[in-house]
């Protein structure tokens, strides 16, 4: 094997190392890996505390729950039994918000469905009404289940929780329907007769937004005043959506935007738990999923965050509990108010990128030096195409062709530079004999070099227009997985561009293989072969002095590919297996139109031609000149 097969072995082995060092924790994270662990032993153990609060508060709150009135009116009890002193006791002005009748208001348009409890005053349900589930059920992007939404604060020296205490509904209708004009559901949460905390969802017709603002109401003669900042804990369980719960789950994280700064999140590969501690204003943070995401943003700023998600290895029905500890701007005063808004609906990248606020950056597109590619390049020729072509394997096919088109000239520039190493061979082999000791290394390398000067070669013009691809590589491995266009859209045997193929499902599974079989990466892998065949053909390798390379390259290389892609996006698979049958098309057709004897040729006729100077040499001569340095004549 030449050097010029070496080298693009070594760019293989660099595309590789890339991956790992994208994929490595940085200095700052490792060292941060402590505090994390601590955070989540604290969440954790926050957790274990408040499970049993709330099973007793639910419990008081059910033994009284005979002697409140069904509408829990704002006058003052004046039940002096055991129970509600222990109510005023534990709750102190909240005491009468301690028991009630769970209710629950419905408020949706035509795109989402929310429902809001009495209990905590919280949304407990958010539906995407225009989507499904990979099963054919409703696409539900949270439910009531392990669902936390509500503040955190002392009040009287107690440790008040609104979402364990029961909302008092303004509106009369258990159902709203949001047609030509913006709907609002209030609920509030009394401490008093005149003082109260109000939430407020407002809804617009053909919306994914959810507007809600939170008033305090009189309630700085019962919140410390030199409170600043107002906890917000909002737990979610994120449910299983799309066919592949393992690949899914690689997408399943928590986003967030620091104040007028970049988009960051908790790398979902990282571990089955992770945690990140944020002690600067940020202008909001998601519950992102593969495809969907719950994102709740600030109209002014948070001051803080604390986000943790846990891996549920043991659930087949949802993937990870997700919480956010958000710090929230407060000033004690007669009225507050905290306006946000909600974000519920689909991560699709021209959308996000019309509310200008960001969003766009939640889709997983790499790190910036690769990103804009997809963003300026894949993103705008995938849509062109699709606006009018409505086959989505006939859009990869096309987009495909196109990139294959541009990179063209690359690809002749490589082709044409092995054949020029390969006609160059024996004349390296006559240089390898002629200096065969270690100790003459720098004598050989010299001569090799002078033979390329001559003949007017460069022995890296094959590699670096492989390098040059190497964005356009990356981007794509990105893109397809998080093309949100794909999800659900079925092309030839696979039934789900978005997820894996499979032709064939195994009674067992194989170790980092799966338990299905994968039609579109086998076919990969095949293509792969052939054509790391045909170049090796092309570079005039004989096998005889890397032989293990030879093997690693033909063989190795594709059987590694189709263990790591047989649970991947189908839709990558069936680009690679494009990419590899059109790259093999290419280099049998330049083969017909390149004559070896042809460069034989001109390569000799450029031996014979005085060695070209560089306008640099130029430059040095004519200035060593002027100072009366003349060179000697060899």
């Not at 055991?82 to 009630?100: C, M, Q």
Request: positive net charge; glycine residues 4%.
């Amino acid at each position: 094997m030449d050097k010029n097969s070496v080298i693009g072995l070594l760019i293989i082995a660099l595309i590789l190392v890339v991956f790992g060092l994208l994929n490595k924790p940085s200095q700052e994270e490792i060292e941060r890996a402590q505090r994390r662990r601590d955070s989540l032993q604290k969440i954790e153990q926050q957790r274990q505390d408040t499970t049993p609060q709330q099973e007793t508060r639910q419990k008081k709150a059910a033994g009284g729950q005979q002697q409140a009135t069904t509408q829990d009116q704002a006058p003052a009890p004046t039940d002096t039994s055991a129970s509600t002193k222990a109510l005023r006791e534990e709750y102190g002005p909240f005491a009468r918000s301690a028991r009630g009748e769970q209710k629950a208001v419905v408020l949706e348009n035509n795109r989402i469905k929310a429902r809001i409890s009495t209990m905590g005053g919280k949304l407990n349900m958010v539906e995407l009404k225009k989507y499904e589930t990979y099963e054919g059920g409703p696409l539900v992007l949270f439910d009531s289940t392990r669902n936390t939404f509500g503040f955190n604060f002392f009040a009287n020296n107690r440790r008040i929780a609104t979402n364990d205490l029961y909302f008092r509904i303004e509106n009369n209708r258990d159902s709203i329907f949001v047609k030509d004009r913006a709907q609002t559901v209030n609920m509030r949460l009394y401490a008093g007769d005149q003082n109260y905390i109000e939430y407020s969802y407002t809804l617009k017709p053909n919306s994914n937004i959810l507007d809600f603002n939170v008033r305090f109401v009189r309630m700085n003669t019962i919140i410390p005043r030199n409170l600043s900042t107002m906890n917000l804990q909002w737990n979610i369980n994120s449910p299983q959506q799309e066919k592949g719960a393992d690949n899914e789950n690689n997408f399943t994280t928590i986003g967030y935007k620091y104040y007028q700064d970049d988009v960051d999140d908790i790398r979902a590969r990282a571990n089955d738990e992770d945690s990140e501690e944020i002690n600067t204003r940020l202008k909001w943070v998601a519950f992102k999923q593969q495809f969907f995401s719950s994102i709740l943003v600030s109209d002014q700023y948070f001051s803080n965050a604390e986000v943790s998600f846990k891996t549920l290895g043991d659930s087949k029905e949802y993937l990870k509990h997700m919480t956010a500890q958000i710090g929230v701007p407060y000033k004690t005063r007669g009225q507050y108010e905290m306006p946000m808004h909600f974000y519920f609906g689909p991560n699709h990248y021209n959308t996000l990128k019309d509310y200008d606020q960001g969003f766009e950056d939640l889709v997983n597109l790499g790190p910036a030096i690769f990103s804009w590619v997809s963003k300026y390049i894949i993103i705008p020729i995938f849509n062109w195409l699709d606006n009018s072509i409505a086959n989505y394997g006939i859009i990869i096919l096309l987009l495909t062709l196109i990139i294959k088109a541009v990179l063209f000239p690359l690809t002749y520039r490589s082709y044409l530079s092995q054949a020029k190493m390969r006609v160059l061979k024996p004349e390296i082999d006559e240089i390898n004999k002629k200096y065969p000791k270690k100790e003459d290394n720098m004598k050989k390398q010299r001569a090799t070099m002078d033979l390329y000067k001559k003949a007017g070669v460069n022995p890296l013009g094959g590699c670096l227009p492989m390098l040059l691809q190497l964005p356009i590589l990356i981007a794509m491995v990105r893109f397809f997985p998080s093309s949100f266009e794909l999800r659900q859209e079925s092309f030839l045997w696979a039934d789900d561009l978005s997820s894996y193929d499979s032709i064939l499902q195994l009674p067992f599974e194989i170790p980092f293989y799966g338990d299905h079989v994968s039609l579109f990466t086998l076919l990969m892998a095949v293509t792969l072969i052939f054509t790391t065949r045909i170049n090796s053909a092309q570079m005039g390798s004989t096998g005889q002095q890397m032989p293990g390379m030879k093997f690693f390259t033909t063989y190795f290389m594709p059987v590694m590919l189709l263990f790591i892609f047989n649970g991947f996006s189908s839709a990558l698979s069936y680009y690679f297996l494009l990419s590899n049958a059109i790259t093999l098309g290419q280099t049998l057709l330049i083969r017909n139109f390149v004559d070896d004897e042809a460069i034989h040729k001109k390569i000799r006729e450029n031996k014979k031609k005085p060695a070209k100077k560089s306008k640099w040499q130029q430059k040095l001569e004519e200035a060593q000149k002027k100072r009366g340095y003349q060179p000697k004549k060899r």
